[in-house]
């Protein structure tokens, strides 16, 4: 994982990942991962991003937030059947286990969380 790209920000629970990062990270990744496709272009993007960063901030290391730039890996979002930015992938054990379209609320981001970790009730 040493190609990662991590965030310029002081949040290390920010990866960036590309179509050669995305592999190996995903395989070796423990938790959860919310992995965002966006763009930054993306007006719906750019408003999901501090809420994505928020709720892996205060999940202190249970969930890691991972990013991909459709415009810069279009491959990569091809072949997670990415139609429609933002999309967020939620993984588990190293698999797709739910996904949004959409800035959704954070109420049903949580709430999506809430079933991987086995603290929610599927709608």
Do not use: Y
């Not at 040493?2 to 990744?29: I, N």
């Not at 890996?73 to 999309?87: D, E, V």
């Not at 800035?103 to 049903?108: D, L, N, T």
């Amino acid at each position: 994982m040493s190609d990662q790209q991590e965030s310029g920000s002081a949040d290390s629970t920010v990866v960036h990942l590309t179509e050669q990062t995305f592999d190996e990270a995903v395989a070796t990744a423990s938790g959860i991962w919310m992995v965002d496709f966006w763009a930054p272009w993306c007006r719906p993007c750019v408003a999901l991003a501090p809420v994505l960063e928020e709720i892996a901030r205060a999940s202190q290391g249970g969930v890691t937030l991972a990013k991909v730039n459709v415009d810069e890996q279009p491959t990569l979002a091809a072949r997670h059947g990415i139609r429609s930015i933002p999309t967020v992938l939620f993984m588990k054990d190293g698999k797709v286990a739910n996904q949004v379209v959409g800035a959704v609320p954070k109420a049903q981001i949580e709430a999506k969380l809430a079933i991987l970790v086995g603290t929610g009730v599927a709608p």
